[in-house]
């Protein structure tokens, strides 16, 4: 099979190829995103599109602000998700086996992979129009068993997301600096969009046209936008634009207990609580974070990894001495561990 210019580029034993998918779920949206999305398929040295076996597939989630041209993108002196699966099947560290990277962006910074009647249906998008697209033109093992969802940030929420709410289309996930516990990482970050906001007059279609329209934003713009992302797929209000609930008081800054519920009720750390069956079914569950995690969110997996043992469940859980940021390394040991779960072909 010949190397494509992509795969070239990256130094891949493999291959990468970009697909295009129009996806249902996303047409129509408030936001006016587009329903035709790039997907990112890594195939390893020994796929033969017309041979007689079949491979595990490994989708990945980008994290908030990311897309699946980030996400592929070679930079000097590091290693990005594709490179490492590849560096770790050519060296024999894991079973060869494909990768996807899902896109997920929208115009608020990313969509969390939720339904919501304000971004589109991200969630049923990545589980029906990417999956179906992956198993109809690649060999992959087309069942739960075969299939294994991740992602660092976000993309970690995204996978716990995904599992508890989309049953039997993954068989394992696992989950790096995960959004998790939101009382501790979203929290802090909701004056500083209240005071952001407030400079528009409480517009939120002002402050996303000054902050699309600057050529350099500042930490606090940047923490509205994604307070912003996040309530258009935890609280959202109606399918027009901007129309999502926030959950502090516009004027005062007081916190909206009505709206913060909303989100309390994504939060991987309460969701799982009644998540039991859907989680039990996984052949993986593997939680890790920095131990100086920015967020918090090293305190939110130790809540999540407790309340699953508690429940009887089998967790990986990993701590390491780092931040939140460039955190790509850890792929090494959960890429792995997801593959020799699944399904061999």
Known sequence: MATSDIGRLLRLQGDLQIDFIDSAALRGNALGDPSQRPVAVYTPPDYDPKGSKRYATLYVLHGYTGDVAALVAGRPWETNVVQWMDRLIDEGRMPSALMVVVDGFSRLGGSQYMNSIHNGDYATYT??????????????????????????????????????????????????????????????????????LEKHKGDIAAFVAAFEGKHKRSPAEYATMEMLGYASAYSPRAAERFAIDLPWDAATGEIRDDVFARWLACDPVEMCLSKRPELERLRLRYVDCG???????????????????????????????????????????????????????
């Open 291 to 345: 131990r100086r995690d920015e967020y918090a969110l090293d305190i939110g997996a130790r809540m999540l990894v407790q309340r699953m043992r508690t429940m009887g469940l089998e967790v990986r859980h990993e701590e390491f001495d780092d931040d939140h940021r460039n955190v790509g390394y850890r792929y090494e040991v959960s890429l792995p561990a997801l593959a020799e779960v699944l399904e061999a072909g």
């Open 127 to 196: 589980v029906r129009d990417v999956v179906d697209h992956v198993d109809r033109r690649y060999r992959t093992i087309a069942s739960e068993g075969g299939r294994a969802v991740l992602g660092k940030s976000s993309g970690g929420f995204g996978a716990l997301h995904l599992v508890m709410t989309q049953p039997g289309i993954f068989g394992a996930f696992a989950s790096h600096s995960g959004d998790t516990n939101f009382r501790a990482a979203s929290v802090p970050h909701f004056v500083h969009a209240q005071r952001e």
